[in-house]
């Protein structure tokens, strides 16, 4: 009985111990905790109901020795005691849950030691686990979120997945509120959603996550006594969101605090504990911080110190070494810059290195890594011009700006930082950055179309107009931005022979978090000088002016979700039609489908022959559905179908996604009557909102002039007779009318015709033409001597402009990498400056071209008029004619036309 008597008291003989230890930090108190434990539990008798608790409980004092200390034997030795508690219990002992939270909290001590990831996932495990077992109400029932909401943080910080944030925050916050005012563990709680929320900041960048994490760190300071050992960790967590702040906000004083905090966390900790090298680390960075903003060199000197002595305290095969690496080579760079001391450049060669060797090839931090190595490349080859250091500096800058391991953001900012350093050394290849950049954004996987889906569902219509656009308009907001010409120069300079990028695979984003994160992307591209507004989007108030001659439809497509918003004329609010049988899955398999007829029946290239195509019923059936599930309830919406008139109204399409790939305008139920889309209003498209209202028609105060191109026999290419008659019928119209000139053959070579569509107002261009799917700023027209690409077309500033007729092949037909920028060869010309275009979105058959713009310009030229549609009454009328001639079930030759813009 006494033995008994014996190990129950040596078992509460440890608990005050650690209880002791865990308030006053004091070294003996854990020792004694271990030494009482193991000696209760070598007493207890075999098969004593306790005896997996006092494991479990011998366990728990190496975890907090270990926390101390940093000795791997002490979570080795943890781990085992649990492994061999967890063999003592039944499915149904109510120790299980303790038993399964302690080892899920061991395995995550064990991978912020060692890194190793599978270590992670089993502290998911156990935690979740031991979260799961145990009862609403119970008082362990706080302390199971947090750990759960600890072990997601590991992960995110190894893995990169935003999810695994989201899921912190939830299970942190659930253990906030659940922890009662005055508890011990209420500090521990508010540190560690602070902790959250500042790596929710760092990746989406929202000021409001800063703030909350300084709000939730602050109250843990505040609740922390003096002499808690958990105290110097409370003032670093601190200092590292005002560092935050600084960095944001550019107030000297968050960088003072900064400093402060982490210095005081320095002197707190004794010698010898895990955490000094954290320490060391953070008051290096913000002694960085503060010489790079003060340039004094007492500081560089103090943060190469600090980061020094931070990087000879963390051991081998620490998760932290290749930070500490990195961090040290920030410092010798700078000192590098400051003295020009080649073993400074040395040094931070030799820790850059060190940092991108030590990275795993997932790591967040991998980009990082490849950007800093570049720099330092790069610093080498400015000093001797070796040809391996700038091939090396630019491998690892398009690492650094397209690896899938980092956030969108991160890999932006690394892009742009390149474009930026290149504007001033052009070798490293500025166009690419921009280019790569692009490619980027294209790897969101329509990540504003996804986000104003989110919108509409929460009533915000306006919100979700802006970020369609937003992200509609990037690549040609870019272009436009471009024409400045110090940079079009800088860029043009640098465009020959670049490789294009790879492509990226984008880490899917929580749904209220998508438009955060997509707003900053482009935040810091507009710290260049004459770049303020570069892709600025337009609010909503400016948006519905597009709509100026009729409806403007913009059709929002996503996954089992489909929207209609619709803007009226001289109307502010916006209106929604929910879409529910149309579906994106739908959206695919009529483009599919569509595809399908252009191969069976050859519609790949002007110039083809017809010889007897094989009627195309599937098609018949996508147009019935496009019009059955979309269009016609867009049109009953707007009250068109109860009484259509001969004067039809004109509805501008915007459609995103993938239906930016399907015929709208031809949608119908051939096999019914009254049931086709053109029978009730005339159709237009547009890429944005904003191509309408920069596409304003011009009123010229002489007759327009117009310059016609063709290329009846391009060189490597199929001839186009049918080019020769199209343009006997424009200069035919154009006869004692206005203006006109033709470059044919020979003569239209790149450098004529654009320099002729300077000098005309409006433009033909009957010839062949391409899609580039790698950098659709390089698609364009096959003239005599080579391609007139839309890369040279929008560096071009062209004004008052009229219309533009692209009588070639597929010159409408988008990205369909990037769906959701308006990227084709139409749109590039209205955002050139021709404010209404005529286009195809296939090629056209050879026989049928003269017809149509035989049609258009007859219509054109009789009314005088360009704007208010007009182009597209024309075009609607030719079309018409061409279906009336070649049958209406004939949808590969009449379907392909389309108007764009105004």
């Known amino acids: 009985m006494k033995g008994g008597a014996d190990h129950e008291d040596l078992h509460e003989q440890a608990e005050s111990c650690l209880a ?140 990169g997945d935003p999810a695994d944030l989201e899921k912190s925050i939830e299970y942190k916050s659930r253990a906030l509120d659940l922890t009662p005012d005055g508890h011990p563990d209420l500090p521990r709680r508010h540190a560690a959603l602070g902790a959250s929320y500042t790596h929710l900041y760092r990746r989406m960048g929202d000021p409001a996550d800063l703030e909350k994490s300084i709000e939730y760190k602050s109250r843990a300071l505040a609740l922390t006594p003096d002499g808690h050992p958990d105290l110097p960790r409370r003032h670093a967590a601190l200092g590292g969101s005002y560092s935050d702040r600084y960095r944001r906000m550019g107030e000297l004083a968050d960088l003072e605090k900064s400093i402060e905090c982490d210095s005081r966390a320095l002197a707190l900790t004794p010698d010898g504990h895990p955490d000094l090298p954290r320490w060391y680390a953070a008051l290096g960075v913000s002694y960085s911080d503060r010489y790079r903003r003060m340039g004094d060199p007492a500081d560089l000197e103090k943060s190469i110190e600090y980061k020094s002595r931070a990087l000879a305290l963390t051991p081998d095969g620490h998760p932290d070494l290749p930070r500490r690496h990195a961090a040290l080579g920030g410092s010798h760079t700078d000192r590098y810059q400051l003295m020009g001391e080649l073993a400074d450049l040395e ?48 491998h690892s800058f398009r690492k650094a700006s397209h690896l899938s391991a980092a956030s969108p953001r991160d890999v932006f900012h690394n892009a742009f930082r390149w474009a930026k350093l290149a504007s001033d050394h052009t070798y490293l290849n500025p166009i690419e950055a921009f280019r790569i950049r692009y490619h980027d954004l294209s790897s969101a996987d329509s990540v504003a179309v996804r986000a104003a889906s989110a919108a509409i569902r929460s009533s915000e219509h306006s919100l979700a107009l802006e970020w369609l656009e937003h992200a509609r308009c990037i690549v040609w907001s870019q272009t436009l931005m471009l024409r400045s010409p110090s940079v079009a120069q800088q860029l043009h300079h640098a465009s020959s022979g670049l490789p294009s990028p790879d492509s990226t695979v984008f880490l899917p984003e929580h749904r209220h978090r998508l438009a955060r994160e997509y707003s900053d992307l482009l935040a810091q591209a507009r710290s260049l000088s004459g770049l303020e507004l570069f892709l600025q989007p337009a609010k909503a108030d400016d948006l519905i002016r597009a709509a100026r001659y009729g409806p403007v439809v913009v059709v929002n497509c996503h996954q089992s979700d489909c929207d209609a918003l619709v803007i009226l004329p001289g109307q502010v609010h916006i209106r929604h039609l929910a879409l529910p049988n149309f579906t994106e899955v739908k959206a695919q398999r009529a483009r599919s489908e569509i595809e399908r007829m252009l191969r069976i029946k050859g519609l790949r290239e002007r110039g083809f022959h017809l010889m007897n195509p094989p009627p195309d019923p599937d098609v018949g059936a996508v147009l019935a559905g496009l019009w059955k599930d979309l269009v016609r309830p867009v049109l009953d919406h707007l009250g068109y179908l109860d009484d259509p008139t001969n004067d039809l109204p004109h509805v501008t399409w915007c459609p995103t996604g993938v239906l930016s790939f399907l015929p709208l305008h031809a949608a119908g139920d051939y096999d019914q009557p009254r049931s086709r889309v053109f029978d009730y209003v005339i159709s237009s498209y547009t890429p944005t909102l904003t191509a309408l209202l920069s596409s304003a028609p011009t009123v010229a105060n002489r007759p327009p002039q117009v310059l016609a191109i063709g290329q009846a026999a391009t060189p490597g290419r199929s001839p186009l007779q049918g080019t020769v008659k199209e343009l006997e019928y424009l200069r035919t119209h154009a006869q004692s009318r206005l203006a006109y000139a033709e470059l044919t053959d020979s003569q239209a070579t790149t450098v004529a015709v654009l320099d002729a569509m300077e000098q005309y107002d409006w433009v033909h261009l009957a010839c062949h033409a391409h899609q580039n799917v790698d950098d659709p700023t390089k698609s364009g027209f096959f003239l005599h001597d080579g391609t007139l690409d839309l890369a040279a077309i929008t560096q071009r500033s062209f004004r008052n402009k009229g219309p533009a007729f692209l009588s070639a092949c597929q010159t409408a037909t988008g990205d369909a990498k990037l769906p959701d920028e308006a990227i084709h060869l139409a749109s590039g010309m209205l955002m050139a400056g021709y404010p209404s275009v005529i286009a195809s979105m296939w090629s056209v058959v050879d026989e049928d071209a003269p017809f149509v713009a035989d049609k258009v310009y007859g219509r054109l030229m009789k009314d005088g008029k360009v704007g208010n549609g007009e182009a597209g009454k024309a075009l609607h009328e030719a079309v018409a004619g061409l279906r009336e001639k070649v049958g209406e079930k004939e949808f590969g030759r009449w379907v392909p036309y389309i108007h764009i813009g105004s």
Request: some cysteine; proline content about 5%.
């Open 347 to 394: 040094q931070s060669v030799q820790c850059y290195s060190r940092a991108l060797a030590l990275t795993p090839h997932d790591h967040p931090d991998l980009p990082t890594r490849h950007f800093d190595w570049a720099t330092s490349c790069h610093h080498q080859y400015q000093l001797n011009a070796h040809p391996s250091h700038l091939a090396a500096s630019l």
């Open 20 to 159: 002791r230890f865990r308030r006053f930090g004091n070294l003996d108190d854990i020792d004694k905790a271990i030494e009482y434990g193991a000696r209760a539990l070598d007493l207890t008798p075999s098969g004593h109901p306790s005896m997996s608790s006092r494991i479990s409980w011998l366990g728990v004092y190496y975890d907090e020795r270990y926390r101390r200390l940093g000795n791997l034997d002490d979570i080795n030795k943890s781990m085992e005691c649990g492994v061999r508690a967890l063999e003592l219990v039944s499915e149904n002992d109510p120790e299980l849950s303790v038993l399964l939270g302690n080892m899920g909290i061991s395995y995550g001590m064990c991978y912020t030691r060692i890194g190793r990831v599978e270590d992670l996932g089993k502290s998911i495990e156990y935690s979740s686990r031991a979260l799961a077992l145990t009862p609403d109400g119970h008082p362990h029932l706080p302390r199971r979120n947090s750990a759960l909401g600890v072990a997601y943080t590991h992960r995110y910080r190894r893995m």
